[in-house]
């Protein structure tokens, strides 16, 4: 297909599916025609909805039980050991269990990019962008409530939702800090390990809100990559020598993610991106667009909706030398 006739296939789709043409015609030079046509299929169709055991305050089983008893019905997550798929009949906030902190309702993506960084009890791990807190607390839970979680957002609406699930979900190892996480320099305290699941154009969420469909440019992509390239060179250079970080976003597109992971790497070459040891998602893309990127991008994942019946997700693992 010549460049003429993929941005004439790509104002048709776009005009049939209610897309910008500028995303349809990015998906047909990364996947081609057919896989298009799957992805577009597959963001109308409703996402299932996931939770998460708060093993702080229940067990997994146990929290089987109670809710078996009230009509939902759980299906464990593969890869997740707290992680389920699940069917309410009701608002899966609705019940006196949720109050209580035994769960939270989270993307299975979600969930899975703290599983990825693998917080360890006693660790010191920094969780930027924090609000509203899923990572937040997904960290505390997996060290224990030992160590320090440094929850760190920007926004101070968005602090509240993070505090409300901090104590619903009983985190007791937790700072809140309210700042710009680009001046990460200026915390005096070592990390372990760093989360970055990084404020982005949200491209991957188009099955959750069709209004993505046409909310974003392509200039607001390149702003949201400049801003996560700055997040992530703030989060480099805080992290010690032989620390660990997980760069993460809810968007598909490569500008936004190998893009980001690659020009990092020729600033750092202290920087590498490292083997995921779980089964789940697809490789990231090391020829996106027929631009050549560092080979290690197949050792990041991706969610995407057609695939894996989740919204888009993007999640790469660092460590630095």
């Known amino acids: 297909m010549s460049n003429k006739q993929l941005r004439q296939r790509a104002k048709d ?7 910008l043409p500028y995303m349809i015609e990015r998906y047909l030079a990364l996947w081609g025609e057919e896989e298009t046509i799957q992805f577009i299929e597959a963001c109308e169709e ?3 909805t996931s939770i998460r055991a708060n093993t702080l305050k229940i067990d997994a089983e146990s929290l089987q039980t109670r809710l078996q008893l009230k009509r939902v019905t759980l299906k464990p997550v593969e890869w997740l050991d707290e992680g389920f798929w699940a069917d309410f009949d009701v608002s899966p906030g609705s019940l006196f269990e949720y109050m209580l902190g035994y769960y939270y309702v989270q993307g299975v993506p979600s969930m899975t990019v ?3 960084l693998d917080p360890r009890p006693g660790e010191t791990v920094i969780d930027l962008a924090a609000a ?11 060290m224990d409530n030992t160590g320090t979680v440094i929850a760190i957002d920007e926004d101070r609406q968005r602090i509240k939702s993070l505090e409300s699930n901090i104590q619903r979900c009983g985190v007791s190892n937790a700072i809140i800090l309210r700042g710009d996480a680009k001046k990460l320099d200026k915390l005096e305290r070592t990390p372990d390990k760093i989360l970055l699941d990084s404020p982005c154009s949200g491209e991957g969420l188009i ?33 010690p020598s032989g620390g660990t970080m997980v760069y993460a976003t809810c968007s598909i597109a490569p500008e936004e993610n190998e893009y980001i992971i ?13 083997p ?12 996106p667009y027929g631009v050549e990127l560092n080979e290690s991008m197949t050792l990041t994942r991706r969610f995407l909706p057609h695939l894996h019946g989740t919204e888009g997700f993007f999640i790469c693992k660092l460590e630095k030398e």
């Open 46 to 48: 409703q996402i299932t």
């Open 132 to 142: 509203p807190g899923g990572k937040t607390t997904h960290i505390a839970q997996l």
């Open 207 to 239: 099955p959750l809100d069709p209004s993505r469909k046409t909310s974003t440019s392509m200039a607001d992509i390149r702003f949201c990559a400049t801003r996560e390239d700055e997040l992530l060179e703030a989060a480099v250079n805080a992290l």
């Open 114 to 116: 703290t599983k990825v």
């Open 262 to 274: 690659d020009e990092i790497l020729h600033r750092h070459s202290e920087m590498s991106v490292v």
């Open 276 to 287: 995921i040891p779980l089964e789940f998602g697809s490789l990231g893309y090391p020829r």
């Open 13 to 19: 789709l776009a005009k049939q599916h209610g897309y």
